[in-house]
């Protein structure tokens, strides 16, 4: 039985796995100015971090969480996993190895 490439349906693990992996990877992206400021406080402060960086921390949080809460970012990143398994399934190429630039003969 062949998988349908168009095919919506999603999997236990796509919708409680893949799918929060992108969204975390997305979020930090979109809150990489906090993450910044979070990781020089802590290479800043080194041992005292966790008193000296909680507002940095707050404020990552904060970003992350809103992004986590957001029905529209999840569909957003589920509508880019659905796309990226749909070529997967045309092709049969992880989207990893179809990014990869090939090799060149010198």
Do not use: W
Not at 65 to 92: S, W
């Amino acid at each position: 039985m062949a998988l349908d490439p168009a095919e919506q349906h999603l999997r236990h693990v796509e919708k409680d796995v893949l799918i929060p992996k992108i969204m975390r990877e997305k979020a930090r992206e979109r809150c990489s100015e906090q993450v910044q400021d979070f990781t020089k406080c802590c290479k800043d402060s080194g041992i005292l971090m966790v008193v000296k960086c909680r507002k940095e921390n707050s404020a990552l949080k904060e970003c992350l969480t809103a992004h986590y809460n957001d029905p529209a970012f999840y569909e957003e990143c589920k509508m880019e996993y659905l796309k990226e398994r749909e070529e997967f399934r045309k092709t049969g190429i992880p989207t990893k190895k179809r990014l990869q630039k090939l090799p060149t003969s010198t």
